[in-house]
């Protein structure tokens, strides 16, 4: 796992939670709910090439 990675994670999260504490200052619980699901849905995309490469070493070191 690279640094870089990490690094993208954590701005991400970053930027979600600053976006939702603007969006339900201002009331709009919804749209904030919103943000929150595609700042996840974001984030699992980017590992699921990480998750699959773990899983083919795990293959691998196993001889499965």
Partial sequence: ???SLI???AGIGLIVSV????L???GRDEQA???TVA???I???MLAGE???LFNALKSAFGL
């Fill in 1 to 3: 796992m690279n640094v």
């Fill in 7 to 9: 690094l993208k994670i």
């Fill in 19 to 22: 976006a939702c504490q603007i």
């Fill in 24 to 26: 339900q200052k201002n």
């Fill in 33 to 35: 709910t919103f943000v």
């Fill in 39 to 41: 700042g996840v849905v």
């Fill in 43 to 45: 984030v699992m995309l």
């Fill in 51 to 53: 998750i699959s490469g």
